[in-house]
Nanobody, 123 residues
């Protein structure tokens, strides 16, 4: 059973940075594709980023535009989302997720989810 525990997030001023963490329950980030999604009330979850087999097999949502970086530490079984130059449109609940099947930009492909963490960007 895969369990994902998220940390990070919070309140940040526009232009600032945050780093989200997502820790698995054992060899998770080495075994599965890891994704980040975000959701605002009343809308579906939006693809943010994913990392598949290798550390260079990475994809981002179109809106990221070089501002976010997904990475992982296999020894810590943790995947990160570094978010820079945040703006108010980045305000959302962010979720990490694990999957063994694609397409990895679709939330329906993911079987295990973190608890979510709120990111609020103020001007």
């Amino acid at each position: 059973q895969v369990q994902l525990v998220q940390s990070g997030g919070g309140l940040v001023q526009a232009g600032g940075s945050l780093r989200l963490s997502c820790t698995g329950s054992g060899r998770t980030v080495s075994t599965y594709a890891m994704g980040w999604f975000r959701q605002v009330p009343g809308k579906e979850r939006t693809f943010v980023a994913c990392m598949r087999g290798s550390d260079t097999d990475i994809y981002y949502g179109d809106f990221v535009k070089g501002r976010f970086i997904i990475s992982r530490d296999k020894a810590k079984d943790t995947v990160y989302l570094q978010m820079d130059n945040l703006n108010s449109e980045d305000t959302a609940v962010y979720y990490c997720a694990a999957s063994y099947r694609g397409p990895f930009y679709e939330s329906s492909s993911y079987d295990w989810w973190g608890q979510g963490t709120q990111v609020t960007v103020y001007s």
